[in-house]
């Protein structure tokens, strides 16, 4: 089974780089998406297929998936990046279910 | 454009069966590929998937719910329907349906339902 685990929160200045780390058994054979809420938000999809981006997400968003952690990365971070990320992945193996990390907290300085 | 729209109790009582209903559009649920999943987070805290089901009426359900669990789908209406037996307090969540098996996308905008005697 999978268990994802992430850091509860990471902190960044606007205009630097913000990594997301996403760390789980098999994480590097598995596809990794990431999802962004706001407060009072449902989630919205930012990364699929560990480095796909849906349209209307901006390119300073990437992912990244290797070794044991799926990262997912914003470049020249903005006010409006403040929220919780969430991964997840689809457990494809005996209990074929969907699992969530436990969030990441972004904060802008 | 894909929406989908869930609806059902705000409150319940402990003991009672929690029925949600997804109701979509700009999709068909007989179109093969096609699924809805089901996924709650409860107050501040982080969300759980909980199952989909697909346009096969294959369906898949968390381990830890299984038992207390059932997805169901009427295609004619366009709808997906939880239910979720003996309501606890801790079943206290926002409850999202949204569109996709792998991934979601997009994402219906949730229904707060507070287990509550």
């Known amino acids: 089974s999978s268990v994802l685990t992430q850091p509860p929160s990471v902190s960044v200045a606007p205009g630097r780089t913000a990594r997301i780390t996403c760390g789980g058994n098999n994480i590097a054979i598995r596809s990794v998406h990431w999802y962004q809420q706001k407060p009072g938000q449902a989630p919205v999809l930012v990364m699929y297929y560990d480095t796909d981006r849906p349209s209307g997400i901006p390119d300073r968003f990437t992912g990244s998936n290797s070794g044991i952690t799926a990262t997912l990365t914003i470049s020249r971070v903005e006010a409006g990046d403040e929220a919780d990320y969430y991964c997840q992945v689809w457990d494809s193996g005996s209990a074929h279910r969907g699992v969530f990390g436990g969030g990441t907290k972004l904060t802008v300085l | 454009q894909i929406t989908l729209k869930e609806s059902g109790p705000t409150v319940v009582k402990p003991t009672q069966t929690l029925t949600l209903t997804c109701t979509f559009s700009g999709f068909s649920l007989s179109t093969s590929g096609v699924s809805v999943g089901w996924i709650r987070q409860p107050p501040g805290k982080a969300l759980e998937w909980l199952g989909i089901?697909?346009?096969?009426?294959?369906?898949h359900y968390s381990p830890s719910l299984k038992s207390r669990l059932t997805i169901t789908k009427d295609t004619s209406k366009n709808q997906v329907v939880l239910t979720l037996t003996n309501m606890e307090p801790v079943d206290t969540a926002t409850y999202y349906c949204?569109?996709?098996?792998?991934?979601?996308?997009?994402w219906g905008q949730g229904t707060l339902v507070t287990v509550f005697s």
């Open positions: 089901i697909s346009w096969d009426d294959d369906k």
């Open positions: 949204a569109f996709g098996h792998n991934w979601f996308d997009p």
